[in-house]
């Protein structure tokens, strides 16, 4: 959703999730508009400008491989001045900043072909976010959009994940971010609430729009789906016909009272609650899931 309302910005771009374009273009796999990505005008156009540097989006590899080692996901967690020499003598971290480098060749060949100066990267993923800042810490800037965990965790179990691992993943994936969000300026970071937002979407697009550096336009209101070529994400992206904003919490009638009870006396419900979620209202803001734009 927040992929979509930046997108709408005319001096942003929004191409969703990044580290899925590998994947996407070398499949069957369809953006926004509805056409394969290697059948698609405006990924075409991104391909013809790589192609200049002899690059190619049929190759450029741009999901970071999981690890199989604890020590080097560690690693993302250091300081700068000791994870930029580690970039380059440890093997999965120097593949895994080359892939960041693929990355961002491919955010420059967006920018000039859309003449924009702001993408948005929704990969939410935690080390991407922190290879972007090594690499060009000046130009990246993070987004953490929090919601309530028991949204969070009632999402992901409709699409077959039980709700208690849900929330086991969704501890681990919030704990990641409070750590990398303690590692980026605050001139480069900023939290915005999903519920603020589906709430006030005018006054949270407008600080927003501040923080990239873009006057607000009140096109960034609304699910405009036309013309966007978001590759993964929600099924959302393809209904065109909703347009409007709509707070989601089902969460508070499809969750068994177990459930409830369970995920407040858990881990996650403590961190819920240190992000100011209380047992029966609807929160305020701090801290979750990251997207990435980039000036």
Sequence with gaps: MLDLLLGNHSKVVSIGELRRLHDHYNGNYACTC??????CDFWSGVEKKLN???????????????????????????????????????????RDIQIAKNNLRIVDAL?????????????????????????RPQSSKTVFLLRDGR???????????????????WV??????????ALIPRKNKLTVSYEALCQSPEREMTTLCEF????????????????????????MRFRTEETQIELDESWRTELSDREKQEFRRS?????????GYRSSLS????????????Q
């Excluded at 020590?71 to 967690?77: E, G, K, N, R």
């Excluded at 969070?152 to 039980?162: D, F, I, N, Y």
Aim: net charge positive.
């Design 111 to 135: 920018c000039e072909e859309n003449r924009v100066r702001y993408l948005v990267d929704s990969s939410k993923v935690y080390k991407f976010s922190r290879l972007y800042h090594l690499l």
């Design 52 to 94: 200049i540097e002899n690059l190619s989006l049929l190759q450029l590899q741009t999901l970071i491989p999981r690890s199989n080692s604890v020590w080097v996901d560690l690693a993302y967690l250091l300081p700068d001045f000791l994870l930029r020499p580690l970039t380059r003598h440890v093997g999965q971290l120097s």
């Design 151 to 169: 949204g969070v965790c009632h999402s992901r179990s409709k699409r077959g994940l039980s709700f208690k691992s849900s929330s086991r993943k």
């Design 283 to 294: 929160s305020q803001v701090l801290n979750c899931e990251s997207k990435t734009p980039r």
């Design 267 to 275: 881990g996650a419900g403590i961190i819920n609650r240190m992000l």
């Design 34 to 39: 509805d056409i394969l990505l290697r059948g």
């Design 212 to 235: 990239i550096g873009v006057p607000f336009e009140p096109g960034c209101t609304e699910l405009i789906k036309q013309g966007k070529h978001n590759i993964c994400g929600s099924p």
């Design 172 to 181: 681990t994936s919030r704990i990641k971010f409070f750590l990398l969000s």
